[in-house]
Each structure stands twice: as C-alpha cells, then as structure tokens.
C-alpha cells in the first residue's frame, strides 16, 4: 500500500509531546483543486510521525499520527501532501455496480449482466459471441443473486484446484473458507483451513489455480523459505506469471461491488 511519511522535526516532537491528546473529529476533507478529499483520521500511541495511506482498492484515505500529536501540524502535514494523495485516488479503480447492464469478467471473460425476472436458476447465454448473466427474481436482488452465483463457481474453482493440489502434495486441509479480504488473496492457517477470496473468480484460471497451489503448499512448509517455492514450483508452474497478473490487475478484482 502507497504510503508517505513525514518526519516530525526535533524541535516540534517536545512541543508535541507536551500537547494533550484533543478528541479529533472521525475525518477532516482537504481541498485539493476545488476538490474536497475525505481523510480519516486515527492516533495511534506508537506512531512516532505522521503517516498518509491511501488504499489502492478503496481509496480510503487514512491519516497516523502520534497520541499527543497536534491535530493543526497534522492536517498542515497533509494538505502539503494533497496533490500526492490525489494522484493516487486518479489510479483507484471506479466502482462497478453488480446492476442489469455491467460488464464482469469471470474467469477473465467478459459477462453483461442481464435482468429477467421470469427465469428461475441463474445461467451464462451465449448470444452471437456475447456472454450473458441471466438473473431472474425481483430487480432489488439482482446485485445479491450475482453474487451468490458468484461466489458458488469461486467455491467451486477452488475446491477443485486444492483437491488436486493436496493429492500432488499429499496433504489435507482442513477446510476451505471464502472470505472478502482486501489484503490477501489467499491464507493458510495454523489450524489448516485455507482461505480465499471469492474474487479470484474474476481472475483468469492460472490465477485462482496458483493461489490454490501456494496455500496448500503451505500445509507442507508454513513459511515463504527456498523449500516452499521448490515444492511450490515443483507443482504449479505459473508461479511468476500469477503474481505478476495479481500485481498489476489485483486491486479492480475489487471494484465490482
Ligand atoms: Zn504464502
């Protein structure tokens, strides 16, 4: 995540110090070019500067800074810094409302979403070379009937890839749980369920496949050690090609909303 510090000088961190923590508003918004940006704002005790994050998937704004902070030097902090934090909101993905009309890929192909009230079990048509989404019931549900769908062939893909993973590295997990997670694409736990994001289901195959590889990899070796990515490579080939597509792509599997 795209962050910028700021180093308090020496002669104002006593000053600082010496300050009662104020109770801050929840967010103050900026101007920028006329332009109002909304920024949160948290104290945290152990933060020795100010902070910005801007999150690449959210455009969530989040501003540190130290307990006992001046409130006044950190909005002065950040309004410097506004013409950064406005070109790293320019590179945020725009939503895309999951609504009758919207384009969405699954399994990287192209999908028009399609309302037909009648129609009872959502299905894929194919019309002269177009996918459609077919979603029946009232309009109100259609965002969550996508979803749902959605979140079935995500399960679905995944449970197939780690079934043939785990019979390569003869292990077994636990159990497989579908998470919305913003930072990780995939964990194993100590206990060894494994989770995933339901949104690798936009992704192309090779990418879900991958994910599913390196998780169950981890039932062998609980680490990222030289060992891991052996056996990881031993088994699944797309290792670098998977991460490079998440890097690049990764952040607008989280705009359909
Ligand atoms: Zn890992």
Wanted: glycine share 6%.
């Amino acid at each position: 995540m795209p962050h910028f510090v700021g180093m308090i000088p020496g002669f104002l961190r006593k000053a600082l110090r010496e300050r009662p923590a104020t109770e801050d508003p929840p967010h103050v918004d900026l101007d920028h070019a006329g332009r109002p940006i909304r920024v949160a704002l948290r104290r945290v005790t152990q933060a020795r500067r100010f902070t910005l994050r801007v999150s690449a998937t959210t455009g969530e704004v989040v501003l540190t800074l130290p307990r006992r902070a001046s409130l006044t030097e950190a909005l002065r902090f950040a309004d410097r810094q506004s013409g950064w934090i406005a070109a790293r909101l320019e590179a945020v993905p725009q939503t895309i409302a999951l609504e009758p009309g919207a384009i969405v890929p699954v399994r990287d192909v192209p999908h028009r979403i399609v309302h037909r009230p009648a129609v009872r079990i959502t299905t894929i048509e194919n019309h002269d070379g177009e996918y459609q989404l077919v979603i029946g019931g009232a309009a109100s549900h259609v965002g969550r009937r996508v979803t749902d769908f959605l979140k079935r062939e995500a399960r679905r893909d995944i449970e197939a890839a780690v079934t043939k993973y785990a019979a390569s590295l003869s292990v077994r997990p636990a159990g497989i749980t579908l998470k919305d997670t913003k930072s990780r694409w995939g964990s194993c736990a100590a206990s060894r369920r494994l989770a995933f994001s339901w949104r690798l289901v936009f992704a192309p195959s090779f990418v879900l496949d991958y994910l599913a590889a390196h998780e169950v990899t981890h039932l062998r070796e609980m680490n990222h050690s030289a060992r891991f990515w052996r056996l990881l490579n031993g088994v699944c080939a797309d290792t670098d090609r998977a991460e490079h597509w998440l890097k690049m792509n990764g952040a607008k599997l989280h705009r359909y909303r």
